[in-house]
T-cell receptor, first 114, second 116 residues
Framework: GEQVEQRPPHLSVREGDSAVIICTYT??????FFWYKQEPGAGLQLLMK?????EINEGQGFTVLLNKKDKQLSLNLTAAHPGDSAVYFC?????????????FGIGTLLSVKP | NSKVIQTPRYLVKGQGQKAKMRCIPE?????VFWYQQNKNNEFKFLIN????????QIDMTEKRFSAECPSNSPCSLEIQSSEAGDSALYLC??????????????FGEGSKLTVL
């Protein structure tokens, strides 16, 4: 079945540094991609949804890149701050699959030190 | 702030006990999903509904869980006889659609179940 590999599992950076998280998916029919942030004790907060037609998407303080050739999705926090400390998940949805089940990555625990 | 409301936030049950969680989806969202997130951050899809009808569910859900989304009432997920391995965060999500780009999922805060 579809698989999503996410790395690194843990990432520690200093405030102001960049942080990059990468997901690699296997299903070539994957069409919709999501990045979620989960703070301790909380649910999943959607950071960005990406459609396969757009390769570069910018949010507040981060950029999401989609490389369809290599089946990679990345989240780049450009200048991390302590409030970014959380677990980040990518999720992939395949167009045409029966229902909109998402396949999640294993998560990246990001720690941003002052 | 999440507009998907899940209750209770925490529940503690003994093995063999029933455990029931509720979810109020975002207003106007006909599709509701339940996911289980274990301590290793692995997400397992359990079941989804469109309005009151089950769209898909996994074997485990069919055998040991009961779930419903009655009209004008919260959706619910109930484990008939809790097992230690059921300890997890149960996330409810709602969506405008069950497929395609409009099917963005909005998640609640989750119900954390601990089975002693």
């Amino acid at each position: 079945g579809e698989q999503v590999e996410q790395r690194p599992p843990h990432l520690s950076v200093r405030e102001g540094d960049s942080a990059v998280i990468i997901c690699t998916y296997t299903d070539p029919n994957s069409y919709y991609f999501f990045w979620y942030k989960q703070e301790p004790g909380a649910g999943l907060q959607l950071l960005m949804k990406v459609f396969s037609s757009t390769e570069i998407n910018e949010g507040q303080g981060f950029t999401v890149l989609l490389n369809k050739k290599d089946k990679q999705l990345s989240l780049n926090l450009t200048a991390a701050h302590p409030g970014d400390s959380a677990v980040y998940f990518c999720a992939v949805s395949s167009y045409g699959s029966s229902g909109n089940k998402l396949i999640f990555g294993i998560g990246t625990l990001l720690s941003v030190k002052p | 702030n999440s507009k998907v409301i899940q209750t209770p936030r925490y529940l503690v049950k003994g093995q063999g006990q029933k455990a029931k969680m509720r979810c109020i989806p975002e207003k106007g969202h006909p599709v509701v999903f339940w996911y289980q997130q274990n301590k290793n951050n692995e997400f397992k899809f359990l079941i989804n509904f469109q309005n009151q009808e089950v769209l898909q569910q996994i074997d485990m859900t069919e055998k040991r869980f009961s779930a419903e989304c009655p009209s004008n009432s919260p959706c619910s997920l109930e484990i008939q006889s809790s097992e230690a391995g059921d300890s997890a965060l149960y996330l409810c999500a709602s969506s405008l659609s069950d497929r395609g780009g409009t099917g963005q999922l909005y998640f609640g805060e989750g119900s954390k179940l601990t089975v002693l």
